[in-house]
């Protein structure tokens, strides 16, 4: 017997709009990107897989999407819990630099290694620059110190214990979950759901807003790969992420 868990990225932001390099910076969504959530939403709907919980980062930009895509498919009352585990990758120097730019300046293979490497991180962010979580009081009682820039692994390492300690009981419950994120925590838990390689990881790109749905088997392994309730959309989705700096 498996439960459903349904993964959403956030629609389209603001920064993702500029072409902005985001991580932890607190974002909102464009006009683009709200109707992206609700469309995900109504997807939910027509395809019976309604959230009996939800999860989502700290970040508005995921838990404005959440609330739009539970307002269409008319699960508002769900319980919530949110976890900073569940953030973006915290991407250090170069939140706020953009992407286009980053690429010119420092050339193809040092772009997409910071971008998409497994271990290598961007270099740190400085505590006085205007993009620092630091002293932001929604990270106040964080374990451990704010991160100043993360790898994939990183983002693994510390969101895979948020993943066997609060999702997977409510998956054992058999709940229905709706996890609502970020382009690379989401990767990390999609790395971690397929035993995807440290290497291939590179390649795979998550659209926004566009529901990636999974059977997931008692004890927190999935019984196959994901589906995406729109595989078209999601697919030009996806290579329009990779495209990003381009
Ligand atoms: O933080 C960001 O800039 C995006 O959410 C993810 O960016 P990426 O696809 O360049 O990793």
Same mark, same amino acid.
């Given at each position: 017997?498996?439960?459903?868990?349904i993964?959403?990225?956030?629609?389209?932001?603001?920064?993702?709009?500029?072409?902005?390099?985001?991580g932890?910076?607190?974002?909102?969504?464009?006009?683009?990107?709200?109707?992206?959530?609700?469309?995900?939403?109504?997807?939910?709907?027509?395809?019976?897989?309604?959230?009996?919980?939800? &999860?989502?980062?700290?970040?508005?930009?995921?838990?404005?999407?959440?609330?739009?895509?539970?307002?269409?498919?008319d699960?508002?009352?769900?319980?919530?819990?949110?976890?900073?585990?569940?953030?973006?990758? &915290?991407?250090?120097?170069?939140?706020?630099?953009d992407?286009?730019?980053?690429?010119?300046?420092y050339?193809?293979?040092?772009?997409?290694?910071?971008r998409r490497?497994?271990d290598?991180?961007?270099?740190?962010?400085?505590?006085?620059?205007?993009?620092?979580?630091?002293g932001?009081?929604?990270?106040?009682?964080?374990?451990?110190?704010?991160?100043?820039?993360?790898?994939?692994?990183?983002?693994?390492?510390?969101?895979?214990?948020?993943?066997?300690?609060?999702?997977?009981?409510d998956?054992?419950?058999?709940?229905?979950?709706?996890?609502?994120?970020?382009?690379?925590?989401?990767?990390?838990?999609?790395?971690?759901?397929?035993?995807?390689?440290?290497?291939?990881?590179?390649?795979?790109?998550?659209?926004?807003?566009?529901?990636?749905?999974?059977?997931?088997?008692?004890?927190?392994?999935?019984?196959?790969?994901?589906?995406?309730?729109?595989?078209?959309?999601?697919?030009?989705?996806?290579?329009?992420?990779?495209?990003?700096?381009?």
């Amino acid at each position: 017997m498996s439960n459903t868990l349904i993964l959403l990225r956030h629609g389209q932001s603001d920064w993702n709009e500029k072409n902005l390099f985001t991580g932890w910076v607190d974002v909102r969504l464009t006009e683009r990107g709200r109707s992206e959530a609700s469309a995900a939403g109504a997807l939910l709907a027509d395809s019976g897989a309604l959230p009996d919980v939800l &999860h989502t980062s700290v970040l508005s930009r995921a838990i404005q999407t959440a609330d739009l895509a539970l307002e269409a498919a008319d699960r508002l009352w769900i319980p919530v819990q949110r976890s900073w585990r569940l953030n973006e990758r &915290h991407y250090g120097a170069l939140q706020g630099l953009d992407k286009a730019e980053t690429l010119e300046k420092y050339g193809e293979d040092q772009f997409m290694e910071w971008r998409r490497s497994f271990d290598t991180p961007p270099p740190p962010l400085d505590d006085d620059s205007e993009f620092s979580q630091v002293g932001d009081p929604r990270y106040v009682g964080i374990d451990g110190d704010i991160p100043r820039t993360e790898c994939l692994k990183d983002v693994i390492d510390r969101m895979i214990p948020y993943w066997e300690q609060s999702i997977v009981p409510d998956l054992d419950a058999g709940k229905t979950v709706l996890v609502t994120a970020h382009g690379n925590s989401l990767r990390a838990l999609v790395k971690h759901l397929e035993g995807i390689s440290d290497t291939d990881i590179a390649g795979l790109n998550i659209p926004t807003g566009m529901p990636l749905v999974y059977d997931i088997e008692s004890g927190g392994s999935a019984s196959g790969p994901g589906r995406y309730l729109d595989p078209e959309a999601a697919e030009a989705g996806a290579a329009a992420v990779a495209a990003q700096g381009r």
